[in-house]
């Protein structure tokens, strides 16, 4: 009883529903994806995706590498860099996801394997690290990525600057404040 009361009352709904919005005959067609029109032009929005791609494979690279650092640190330095990295490296992970999900707004897809990430990075494959690593050593390669990451939002907030893309003026502004502060953390512990 219950099914045919639906079937019946389904039609009528549609129908009163339709005719309150007067969208009745486009109800039957489902509309395709209109062209991006968010008042920067195609060309520009490109250019934009690209630093913002430059910009995402070093953030990964570097991501990773504090990642590593977490796991493999040794020393005396063990329990506070150990903690350090973890801090700096979740916080890093958030902000991947803001810098894909921006380029996809901007109508591009985003990178996201390694080997793109190779491709698109301005940070060099350093040597692995032994079991005998020094902690100044994976220091120091943290502040050189972390200069390598400011360098690269730099030029993509020239970039976006140029098209008054404030959002991503926006995210590359507080990927700086962050990249800057994290580079004089960790220089202070070598210096
Ligand atoms: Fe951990």
Redesign the pocket.
Known sequence: MAKTKSITKAPALAKANAAKTGKQKLAAAAPSAPGIDIGIKEGERKKIADGLSRYQADAFTLYLKT?NF??NVTGSMFNSL?AMF?TQYTEQWAALDEVAERIRALGFNAPGSYREFAALTSIPEEPGLTNSADWREMVRQLVVANEAVCRTARQVLDVADDADDAPTEDLMTQRLQTHEKYAWMLRSLLQ
């Open positions: 990642h977490h796991w150990h973890e």
